[in-house]
Nanobody, 126 residues
Framework: QVQLVESGGGSVQSGGSLRLSCAAS????????MGWFRQAPGKEREGVAA???????TYADSVKGRFTISLDNAKNTMYLQMNSLKPEQTAMYYC????????????????????WGQGTQVTVSS
């Protein structure tokens, strides 16, 4: 099945930038979608951004205008460009993928994603 591997995490000062990458072993070209999620210790996993096969994107309100999700289909890689990072955005960031027709739009809910990477840690210091 689909294997997802995240990279690009690390430590950065507040206001800095990071670009996360998610390499997929394969993906379904039609009716697929991918997303980035994050989870801080003791907190629930939350959706950050998502993108589908048509190029439609959605973002959590907290990252709009700061983060950009993109796909490089030739490389089977999804990216999350994170600018103006804040300490409260410190978390383990996970790549996820799903497939299927979306009746109500691109989801940021964990239950809508079947495949998950192991995560990459992002630490933002003040």
């Amino acid at each position: 099945q689909v294997q997802l591997v995240e990279s690009g995490g690390g430590s950065v000062q507040s206001g800095g930038s990071l670009r996360l990458s998610c390499a997929a072993s394969e993906y379904t070209y039609t009716n697929y979608y991918m997303g980035w999620f994050r989870q801080a210790p003791g907190k629930e996993r939350e959706g950050v951004a998502a993108i589908d096969s048509h190029g439609t994107t959605t973002y959590a309100d907290s990252v709009k205008g700061r983060f950009t999700i993109s796909l490089d289909n030739a490389k089977n890689t999804m990216y999350l460009q994170m600018n103006s990072l804040k300490p409260e955005q410190t978390a383990m960031y996970y790549c996820a993928a799903g497939q299927g027709g979306l009746l109500y739009g691109l989801p940021l809910s964990t239950y809508m994603y079947r495949y998950w990477g192991q995560g990459t840690q992002v630490t933002v210091s003040s």
